[in-house]
């Protein structure tokens, strides 16, 4: 009988470590995915349309919950951000790098309250849906300025969004000649 109970306890414990390292598989396979991939072509130097100083970053994860590994991606920190036309950049203090999302990856940006770390309080956030390396990830922004600013992000962001960005269909809209008598009805 003892020897039926040793058995199954060891068949369990073979299971749950099968199961661990199963799942640290695909996470890894997961990672390398999203972060071997490589960034387009961006220029930091572009004219700035945002330019936040001391912006708290809370974090970026998977879009099911997962968190990220990579502890500059992973951990919240301060820096200073800014928003050209081709990308967010966000330069970590104290040597911590630079993270980048370019706005072809963004696939949403929404402004939602919810609890920071850094600041131990609830806090208006910009919240990047992204995808990398075929995963979609989720960020978290906080910007002096409050509302107006994390709005004026969110609208630079709206506008050159995605790959099909507005401002290139409203630009072709209003480059084209109008034609008389195609307007309203007077």
Not at 12 to 19: D, G, N, S, T, Y
Not at 37 to 42: G, I, S
Not at 149 to 178: I, N, W, Y
């Amino acid at each position: 009988m003892r020897a039926w109970l040793a058995a199954g306890a060891l068949a369990a414990i073979l299971a749950a470590v099968l199961l661990v390292l199963f799942r640290a598989r695909r996470l890894r396979a997961r990672h390398q995915t999203v972060f071997a991939t490589e960034l387009p072509p961006l220029d930091p130097q572009r004219e700035r349309l945002v330019d936040a100083p001391r912006a708290l970053y809370h974090g970026t994860r998977f879009a099911d919950g997962t968190a990220v590994l990579p502890p500059r991606w992973h951990h919240p920190a301060v820096g200073d951000l800014w928003c050209t036309d081709q990308a967010i950049f966000l330069e970590l203090e104290a040597g911590g790098g630079r993270l980048v999302w370019p706005l072809a990856w963004i696939e949403d940006a929404s402004i939602v309250r919810a609890h920071a770390a850094l600041a131990n309080k609830p806090l208006p956030m910009l919240r990047l849906r992204f995808r990398r390396g075929g995963e979609t990830l989720v960020s978290d922004l906080s910007l002096r300025g409050g509302m107006a600013t994390l709005e004026r992000l969110r609208r630079e962001v709206h506008l050159r969004q995605g790959t099909h960005s507005a401002l290139a269909a409203l630009g072709e809209l209003l480059t084209k000649e109008p034609v008389p008598g195609s307007g309203p009805p007077r």
